[in-house]
């Protein structure tokens, strides 16, 4: 059974602050991995996608991808009010299949 | 804009009747999704379209079944609703090629409740 885990959370970071979420996953042949945003009653939406080992940036966002150890995480700089969200990882299997963890809740205090 | 778009945003369906949710999208992308998710879950894959080619998930219930006309519709048909299967359901496509190979484009959602 492929998996992908992560701390439910919540994650409580003040206003400012970076939050680092993070996720393991099973699949050693895993070669794609994205975050996704979902807020309360919403449907995720993509952040980031990563492929390689390294980091990789976007704005205030940063993944961070490690194939040895099966870990991909997000950072969060400068966080906002407006980040507060469950985080979603996603792991590409094969195929164009896409297996996502549970999500850990962020919460950004004003 | 190009999107995802799924009917209806809410659905009510008894116990026992069967229902069908829909899917249409304008990005012209060859993969879509159907993903169930429950409250503070990861959305569970059911099913997914590489153009016709149907891939179906090993723990996908027989009660669940799909359908694709073609590219840009997708339906997802619940033969015989339980209570457990009350939802969110998630359609979502992606591309096949390119940067961003892989990353999904969801559909806001369609609520079901089964009473």
């Known amino acids: 059974q492929k998996e992908v885990e992560q701390n439910s959370g919540p994650l409580s970071v003040p206003e400012g602050a970076i939050a680092s979420l993070n996720c393991t996953y099973s699949d050693r042949g895993s070669q794609s991995f994205f975050w996704y945003r979902q807020y309360s009653g919403k449907s995720p939406e993509l952040i980031m996608f990563i492929y390689s080992n390294g980091d990789k940036e976007d704005g205030r966002f940063t993944a961070q991808l490690n194939k040895a150890s099966q870990y991909v995480s997000l950072l969060i700089r400068d966080s906002q009010p407006s980040d507060s969200a469950t985080y979603l990882c996603?792991?590409?299997?094969?195929?164009?299949?896409?297996?996502f963890g549970a999500g850990t809740r962020l919460f950004v205090k004003a | 804009d190009a999107m995802v778009i799924q009917n209806p945003r809410y659905q009510v369906t008894q116990f026992g009747k069967p229902v069908t949710l829909s899917c249409s999208q304008t990005?012209?992308?060859?993969?879509m999704y159907w993903y169930q998710q429950k409250s503070s879950q990861a959305p569970k894959l059911l099913f997914h379209?590489?153009?016709?080619?149907?891939?179906n998930e090993a723990d996908t219930p027989d009660n669940f079944q799909s359908r694709r006309p073609n590219t840009s519709f997708c339906f997802l048909d619940i033969r015989s609703p339980g209570l457990g299967d009350a939802a969110m359901y998630l359609c979502?496509?992606?591309?096949?090629?390119?940067?961003?190979?892989?990353?999904?484009?969801f559909g806001q959602g369609t609520r079901l409740t089964v009473v």
């Open positions: 990005l012209n992308h060859n993969v």
């Open positions: 379209y590489y153009d016709k080619d149907f891939n």
């Open positions: 996603a792991v590409g299997t094969g195929g164009f299949k896409t297996i």
């Open positions: 979502a496509t992606s591309r096949d090629v390119g940067q961003g190979l892989g990353s999904a484009f």
